[in-house]
């Protein structure tokens, strides 16, 4: 009963996820929609933006690019780990020519990662939601926050897997939500994103992040690593 209790509760949080990042997509589509306005180096540029006011409070008037290399190291740490991880269960994969024996989990992680890319390409070429406040590219939601969202929380899931230390697994995990909060601002204070961009990034990665362990749970994943 308890193993059905803990399932139930990560599908719910995958579905209200899921839901509150789509009712806060068609808010930013369709709600309180306004021009804003800012300078950079060559030109004024003029965005209509959704949620304009709440929008406004947070915009920065120019960008910096400090911290939006800063923001970059933590994204891209991001990446390298999971490119280690994937290439661990792709050495499993080799040595036991068995998914189940390489690890589950791991695959798991990679079309998690897959389904993320996705929603990627989704916003960033076939609907675009926003512009960014000084350039013309997309911006919703921020990539950085998505990949952070799920990327760091589950790549130490699989990496202290082994570990029955539960005061290091906390600790670690309140390093990264501190991450992600710092990712968040720097993406704001850089000018590189609009606050809700990273609202946005940080419901559709928890979503993806209940969703990969809803995964782990649904599968009845035991400690491979």
Same mark, same amino acid.
């Given at each position: ?9 990560? $599908? ?9 990042? /789509?009712?806060?997509?068609? &808010? ?27 929008? $406004? ?30 290439l661990l269960f792709v ?12 690890? /589950? ?10 389904? &993320? ?19 013309? $590219? ?58 809700? $961009?990273?609202?946005?990034? /940080? &419901? ?6 209940? /969703?990969?362990?809803g995964l782990i749970k ?8």
């Amino acid at each position: 009963m308890r193993k059905i209790s803990k399932i139930s509760k990560i $599908d719910i949080l995958t579905i209200a996820f899921m839901i509150a990042f /789509l009712i806060f997509t068609l &808010l930013l589509c369709y709600v309180d929609k306004g021009i804003l306005c800012v300078h950079n180096e060559k030109e004024i540029l003029c965005n209509e933006i959704g949620l304009c006011k709440f929008n $406004d409070i947070f915009l920065v008037r120019e960008m910096n690019q400090t911290l939006d290399i800063i923001s970059d190291v933590f994204m891209y740490m991001a990446l390298i780990i999971f490119i280690g991880i994937s290439l661990l269960f792709v050495v499993r994969l080799i040595k036991h020519r068995n998914f189940k024996k390489a690890g /589950l989990q791991y695959l798991m992680y990679i079309l998690v990662m897959a389904l &993320l890319a996705a929603f990627w390409l989704f916003f960033d070429r076939i609907v675009i939601v926003n512009y960014r406040p000084f350039t013309y $590219d997309s911006s919703y939601p921020s990539t950085h926050m998505l990949i952070c969202c799920y990327l760091l929380p589950s790549s130490f899931y699989l990496l202290s897997a082994e570990s029955k230390n539960k005061e290091t697994k906390i600790i670690g995990y309140s390093i990264i939500g501190v991450i992600i909060i710092i990712v968040g601002s720097l993406r704001v204070l850089a000018g590189m994103h609009w606050v809700t $961009d990273v609202i946005g990034g /940080l &419901l559709l990665g928890g979503f993806l992040l209940c /969703l990969f362990f809803g995964l782990i749970k649904g599968f009845d994943m035991k400690k491979e690593a």
